[in-house]
């Protein structure tokens, strides 16, 4: 079983939908969780840091539950600019130090 | 906003040549790491470095590569003797403490020929 698995899409949305994303992790020991998001042979970039309370940040919400090892993210008025690849992330301290465990990602396209 | 840099950002080199690459972390960064990303594939960790030491590394991260932070500024990854399939995009991160967002270099594209 994959550490983290993702539906790999591609979300084809017209601009102004919602559109969310699901991933789900295997080790019940993963400590924090994230979102980032890659453009075409781009470095990931850090969209926002998921809490177990959930956490928005602005046209995005991040929840987490722990119980079932699921985590989603939910995009509201997609724009243009949001066509990327979302990458759902756990990190491992097995060591004491941070690694970062990545999802395949789902890739969005969004069109006018 | 202070950035990570990599160089140089494409690399083209022939099989069991040594290649060496470079990255400069965020200033006040303590907590150092590399990632790959084969074409059409997720993104790898390799290995994490922390007081001028490794402190993990995974089962890619064999004895043909290494690291190193020469100075106060850079950190290198090398790869000794290199393979077809060391082609990849190699990441470098930092974060300033270990449990804090790691911050990603745009990447070096390495091609073996």
């Known amino acids: 079983r994959k550490e983290v698995e993702q539906d790999p899409g591609p979300f084809n949305v017209p601009e102004g939908a919602t559109v969310a994303f699901n991933c789900t992790y295997s080790?019940?020991?993963?400590?924090?969780f994230f979102w980032y998001r890659q453009d075409c042979r781009k470095e990931p970039k850090l969209l926002m840091s998921v809490y177990s309370s959930g956490n928005e940040d602005g046209r995005f919400t991040a929840q987490l539950n722990r119980a079932s090892q699921y985590i989603s993210l939910l995009i509201r008025d997609s724009k243009l600019s949001d066509s990327a690849t979302y990458l759902c992330?756990?990190?491992?301290?097995?060591?004491?130090?941070?690694?970062?465990?990545f999802g395949t990602g789902t890739r969005l396209l969004v069109s006018p | 906003e202070p950035e990570v840099t990599q160089t140089p950002s494409h690399q083209v080199t022939q099989m069991g040549q040594e290649v060496i690459l470079r990255c400069v972390p965020i200033s006040n960064h303590l907590y150092f790491y590399w990632y790959r990303q084969i074409l059409g594939q997720k993104v790898e960790f390799l290995v994490s470095?922390?007081?001028?030491?490794?402190?993990?590394k995974s089962e890619i991260f064999d004895d043909q590569f290494s690291v190193e932070r020469p100075d106060g500024s850079n950190f290198t990854l090398k790869i000794r003797s290199t393979k077809l399939e060391d082609s990849a995009m190699y990441f470098c991160?930092?974060?300033?403490?270990?449990?804090?967002?790691?911050?990603f270099g745009p990447g070096t594209r390495l091609t073996v020929t």
């Open positions: 991160a930092s974060s300033r403490v270990s449990v804090y967002e790691q911050y």
């Open positions: 470095f922390y007081n001028n030491e490794i402190s993990e």
């Open positions: 992330v756990v990190t491992h301290m097995n060591t004491g130090f941070q690694k970062l465990v």
């Open positions: 080790n019940s020991a993963s400590q924090s």
